[in-house]
T-cell receptor, first 111, second 113 residues
Framework: GESVGLHLPTLSVQEGDNSIINCAYS??????FIWYKQESGKGPQFIID?????DKRQGQRVTVLLNKTVKHLSLQIAATQPGDSAVYFC??????????FGSGTRLSIRP | DSGVTQTPKHLITATGQRVTLRCSPR?????VYWYQQSLDQGLQFLIQ???????AKGNILERFSAQQFPDLHSELNLSSLELGDSALYFC????????????FGQGTRLTVV
């Protein structure tokens, strides 16, 4: 099906360290990108977004970087906490109103 | 709470049956999206409606159909159910078109036995 690719299916990080989750997208026409967090048994929750006219955007403890040249997105989480344990999805908006999701990266936190 | 409501939360049905999943979008949101998520998989885009009209279609099976009503709620109909249709079905709503985030409901877990 239509999807955005992810580099790693799982990521284990020490509590307090920074996490970096990567994502490759395929459609060069995509002009809007979103990161979602999905906790077990819940719906995806919006974290942060970025438009294609930007290469960096910061939120609270999170930063998204966009490299349009290589069609790559990353989500950086600073000072990772146990509550950050979840599956993280990147999604792209390739026009025609679609929002296409990647397969997800599971983030686990080591105490 | 995202403001998107999906009912029912859980549904168990037999193969060959038909079910209807319901979604109420956030107040004022015109776009509704449907996604399917199988166990430990990503979200597969099924279909999108905008203000009552079909706007975009993904890999939706012919056995599945959807509609959005004048009050903007949406229903996803799944018929001739197969074991492989067991999944989480999510609805999301969005205020407008491109360039804004979508808000997701808590999903309907469908189990086909």
């Amino acid at each position: 099906g239509e999807s955005v690719g992810l580099h790693l299916p799982t990521l284990s990080v020490q509590e307090g360290d920074n996490s970096i989750i990567n994502c490759a997208y395929s459609n060069s026409a995509s002009d809007y990108f979103i990161w979602y967090k999905q906790e077990s048994g819940k719906g995806p929750q919006f974290i942060i977004d970025i438009r294609s006219n930007m290469d960096k955007r910061q939120g609270q403890r999170v930063t998204v970087l966009l490299n349009k040249t290589v069609k790559h997105l990353s989500l950086q989480i600073a000072a990772t906490q146990p509550g950050d344990s979840a599956v993280y999805f990147c999604a792209e908006n390739p026009g025609a109103s679609k929002i296409i999701f990647g397969s997800g990266t599971r983030l686990s936190i080591r105490p | 709470d995202s403001g998107v409501t999906q009912t029912p939360k859980h549904l168990i049905t037999a193969t060959g049956q038909r079910v209807t999943l319901r979604c109420s979008p956030r107040s004022g949101d015109l776009s509704v999206y449907w996604y399917q998520q199988s166990l430990d998989q990503g979200l597969q885009f099924l279909i999108q409606y905008y203000n009552g009209e079909e706007r975009a279609k993904g890999n939706i099976l012919e056995r599945f159909s959807a509609q959005q009503f004048p009050d903007l709620h949406s229903e996803l109909n799944l018929s001739s159910l197969e074991l492989g249709d067991s999944a989480l079905y999510f609805c999301a709503s969005r205020a407008g078109g491109d360039g804004t985030e979508a808000f997701f409901g808590q999903g309907t877990r469908l189990t086909v036995v």
